[in-house]
C-alpha cells in the first residue's frame, strides 16, 4: 500500500514537472507547508498511542473487554475502543475469538465501533483541521452512537441465532 | 516566530508530553514499553504521510476549485453524498490520513456535511475491511454492524453541518496550522 503512493507521488510529480516546473515547485512548497503545520499534533497523537498501546497491551484490552459484560462491560469497551489505536486486522480476529468464548455480541460492536470512529489519540491531528468544536462534536456523537450499533448488532445476532 | 507564537503552536504536543510523561514514570514498564513504540509509531507515520502530502499538494495546484465543487458541494445533492459515501469507503488507510484529505476537498469547495460524510465512511465503511470483517464476525454482526453505521455516518454528517456555525466553518477554510 505504502509503496503505491511512493510510487503515485513520483509519478505524478514526474508528470507536473514535464508539464510546468513552476506548479511543481508549488506544490511541494505547500505539501511541506500542511507537513509542518500539522506537525505538532502530530507528535501529539504520537505520544497519545505509543503510551496507550503500551499500557493497554491487546491481551489486556482482551482481558477486560472479553470478561465483563451487561451495560458496564459496554462502557468498558466504549471506553478501550476509544482509547485505543487498534488496526482491523488485529481488532477482528480479537473479537472473533472473545465470542468464540463467551464475549456478549454488543461488546464487541461497541468496541470495534468506537475503535473505528473515536479517536482520542487523533483528536489533537483532527482538530488541526477543523477546529476543536467539530472535532469533539463528532467524536461525541460517535461514542454515543455506537451503543446504538451495539444493541442493533446484539439484536441481529441473537435473531440470526 | 515569536516564542509565545512557538508555545501556541505547540502546546498540543506539550499537552500531549504532560499526559504520557506522568503516565511514563508512574508506571515504568509500560514508559520503557512506550519509548520503543514511539520509535515504531514514528517510522511508521512518517512513512505513510510524505507522499500523501506531496499527492495532496498536486492535487491543490492542479486540480481547480470548479472541478471539485459542483461534485461534492452545496448543491450537489444525492449524487454529491453518494460520491462522499464512495471516495470514503473505498479508501484504505488510517483515519489520520482522512483529515488532511478532507481538509483539502473542503478548500475545493465541498460541502461541510459531505467531508463529515467522507470522513465518517472512511472511518467505519472502509470495503477491504468490511470483508475482513465479515470473514471473521459473520454475516449477522457484519451486516448489521455496516448497516447501523450506514445510517450514522449519514445522520451525524447532517448534524454536524447543522451544529457548526459560521466562525467553526470560518476556521475550517483558513486553511490548518493556526488553529491549533
Do not use: C
Given at each position: 500500500?505504502?509503496?503505491?503512493l511512493?510510487?503515485?507521488?513520483?509519478?505524478?510529480?514526474?508528470?507536473?514537472?514535464?508539464?510546468s516546473p513552476?506548479?511543481?515547485k508549488?506544490s511541494l512548497?505547500?505539501?511541506?507547508?500542511s507537513?509542518i503545520?500539522?506537525?505538532p499534533a502530530?507528535i501529539a497523537?504520537?505520544?497519545?498511542v505509543?503510551?496507550?498501546?503500551a499500557?493497554?497491551?491487546?491481551?489486556l484490552i482482551?482481558?477486560?473487554?472479553?470478561?465483563?459484560?451487561g451495560?458496564?462491560?459496554?462502557?468498558l469497551?466504549?471506553?478501550?475502543g476509544?482509547a485505543t489505536?487498534?488496526?482491523?486486522?488485529?481488532?477482528?480476529?480479537?473479537?472473533?475469538?472473545?465470542?468464540?468464548?463467551?464475549a456478549?455480541?454488543a461488546?464487541?460492536?461497541v468496541f470495534?465501533?468506537?475503535?473505528?470512529?473515536?479517536?482520542?489519540?487523533t483528536?489533537?491531528?483532527?482538530?488541526?483541521f477543523?477546529?476543536?468544536r467539530?472535532?469533539?462534536?463528532?467524536?461525541?456523537?460517535?461514542?454515543f452512537y455506537?451503543f446504538?450499533?451495539?444493541?442493533?448488532?446484539?439484536?441481529?445476532?441473537?435473531?440470526?441465532? | 516566530m515569536g516564542?509565545?507564537?512557538v508555545?501556541?503552536?505547540?502546546?498540543?504536543?506539550?499537552a500531549a508530553?504532560?499526559?504520557?510523561?506522568p503516565?511514563?514514570?508512574?508506571f515504568?514498564?509500560?514508559g520503557e514499553?512506550?519509548?520503543?513504540?514511539?520509535?515504531i509509531?514514528?517510522?511508521t507515520?512518517?512513512?505513510?504521510?510524505?507522499?500523501?502530502f506531496?499527492?495532496l499538494?498536486?492535487?491543490d495546484t492542479?486540480?481547480?476549485r470548479?472541478?471539485?465543487?459542483?461534485h461534492?458541494?452545496?448543491?450537489s445533492g444525492?449524487?454529491?453524498?453518494?460520491?462522499?459515501?464512495?471516495?470514503?469507503?473505498a479508501?484504505?488507510?488510517?483515519?489520520?490520513?482522512?483529515?488532511?484529505v478532507?481538509?483539502?476537498?473542503?478548500?475545493?469547495?465541498?460541502?461541510v456535511?459531505n467531508?463529515f460524510?467522507f470522513?465518517?465512511a472512511?472511518s467505519t465503511?472502509r470495503?477491504p475491511?468490511?470483508?475482513f470483517?465479515?470473514q471473521?464476525?459473520?454475516?449477522a454482526f457484519?451486516l448489521?454492524?455496516?448497516?447501523?453505521?450506514?445510517?450514522?455516518v449519514l445522520?451525524?454528517?447532517?448534524l454536524?453541518d447543522r451544529?457548526?456555525?459560521?466562525?467553526?466553518r470560518r476556521?475550517?477554510?483558513a486553511?490548518s496550522?493556526?488553529?491549533?
Open positions: 500500500m505504502t509503496w503505491f511512493y510510487l503515485a507521488a513520483a509519478g505524478g510529480l514526474a508528470i507536473s514537472a514535464f508539464f513552476g506548479k511543481t508549488m512548497l505547500k505539501a511541506w507547508k507537513f503545520n500539522v506537525l502530530l497523537m504520537l505520544l497519545l505509543s503510551i496507550m498501546i499500557l493497554l497491551p491487546e491481551r482482551a482481558r477486560l473487554i472479553g470478561s465483563e459484560s451495560i458496564w462491560g459496554q462502557f469497551a466504549s471506553l478501550i476509544s489505536l487498534i488496526p482491523a486486522f488485529v481488532a477482528f480476529p480479537m473479537a472473533k475469538v472473545l465470542m468464540q468464548h463467551g456478549g455480541a461488546q464487541m460492536a470495534v465501533s468506537t475503535l473505528m470512529m473515536v479517536g482520542v489519540a483528536a489533537p491531528l483532527e482538530a488541526s477543523f477546529g476543536w467539530a472535532t469533539i462534536l463528532r467524536n461525541g456523537m460517535a461514542y455506537s446504538l450499533v451495539g444493541y442493533v448488532v446484539f439484536g441481529a445476532v441473537t435473531i440470526w441465532a | 516564542m509565545r507564537l508555545l501556541k503552536r505547540w502546546r498540543v504536543a506539550l508530553l504532560a499526559i504520557t510523561l503516565l511514563g514514570f508512574a515504568p514498564a509500560a514499553k512506550a519509548v520503543g513504540m514511539l520509535g509509531n514514528i517510522a507515520v512518517m512513512g505513510i504521510l510524505p507522499p500523501v506531496i499527492l499538494g498536486l492535487f492542479w486540480v481547480p470548479e472541478r471539485v465543487a459542483p461534492l458541494g452545496e448543491g444525492l449524487k454529491g453524498v453518494a460520491l462522499a459515501l464512495f471516495l470514503g469507503s479508501s484504505a488507510g488510517p483515519l489520520y490520513v482522512a483529515f488532511p478532507a481538509e483539502v476537498l473542503l478548500r475545493k469547495g465541498a460541502s456535511r467531508i460524510i470522513i465518517g472512511w465503511m470495503a475491511m468490511f470483508l470483517e465479515l471473521n464476525m459473520g454475516f457484519g448489521s454492524r455496516y448497516a447501523a453505521s450506514f445510517v450514522g445522520a451525524m454528517a447532517w454536524t451544529f457548526l456555525g459560521e466562525e467553526d476556521l475550517m477554510l486553511g496550522g493556526d488553529k491549533v
